[in-house]
């Protein structure tokens, strides 16, 4: 079955720094995956999409990648800050236009 | 701004009662979804509705149904609550099309089946 996983530890870093965020997927290559950001006690918000043939994009301090050989994406946020603190959830499409979440990993931005 | 609404924020019910869930959107989405979110387990699809009427179980289906009568709104029902229905439920939409289009979120409800 199709798969994604995302780290469950959380992420620590100081602020500044780029976080770096990673998901894996199983089987075969989703046409497209979706980043969301959820904070405690909200819905998630639509960040980014990727498609299969984009290696790359970029939306302000944010940062996807896309490999399918390492069936992985990497979700990066360069000059963290204390606010970029939330759980980031990485969606693969699925047929029908249905999306399979990964369980999220946790950021925590320390000033 | 698409605005995605669910009537409650915090609900508490007892097993085998009947529980209504409503999220309503403003943005005219033909697309609807209803989605649990448990820790560890990630958001996990129980039904979505792509139109008026139309409707498609999920992964997780049992226990629950829905209702979609009019496009705006799209209703979540356990049939005989659970205590394992314990958990966050959250509804979205999407313009109809492909998946690439992204999925819009309401805050969720907190339900606590006693």
């Known amino acids: 079955s199709q798969k994604i996983e995302q780290n469950s530890e959380a992420l620590n870093i100081q602020e500044g720094k780029t976080a770096t965020l990673t998901c894996n997927y199983t089987?075969?290559?989703?046409?497209?995956l979706q980043w969301y950001r959820q904070d405690p006690g909200r819905g998630p918000v639509f960040l980014l999409l990727?498609?299969?043939?984009?290696k790359e994009k970029r939306k302000e301090r944010l940062k996807v990648t896309f490999d399918t050989t390492l069936k992985q994406s990497l979700f990066h946020i360069t000059a963290s800050q204390p606010a970029d603190s939330a759980t980031y959830l990485c969606a693969r499409g699925n047929q029908g236009g249905k999306l399979i979440f990964g369980q999220g990993t946790e950021l925590s931005v320390k000033p | 701004d698409v605005k995605v609404t669910q009537s409650s924020r915090y609900l508490v019910k007892r097993t085998g009662e009947k529980v209504f869930l409503e999220c309503v959107q403003d943005m005219d989405h033909e697309n609807m979804f209803w989605y649990r979110q448990d820790p560890g387990l990630g958001l996990r699809l129980i039904y979505f509705s792509y139109d008026v009427k139309m409707k498609e179980k999920g992964d997780i289906p049992e226990g629950y149904s829905v209702s979609r009568e009019k496009k705006e709104r799209f209703s979540l029902i356990l049939e005989s609550a659970s205590t394992n229905q314990t958990s966050m439920y959250l509804c979205?939409?999407?313009?109809?099309?492909?998946?690439?289009?992204?999925?819009?979120f309401g805050d969720g409800t907190r339900l606590s089946i006693l």
């Open positions: 990727i498609r299969e043939n984009e």
């Open positions: 089987n075969y290559s989703p046409a497209y």
């Open positions: 979205a939409s999407r313009t109809t099309g492909t998946g690439l289009q992204p999925q819009h």
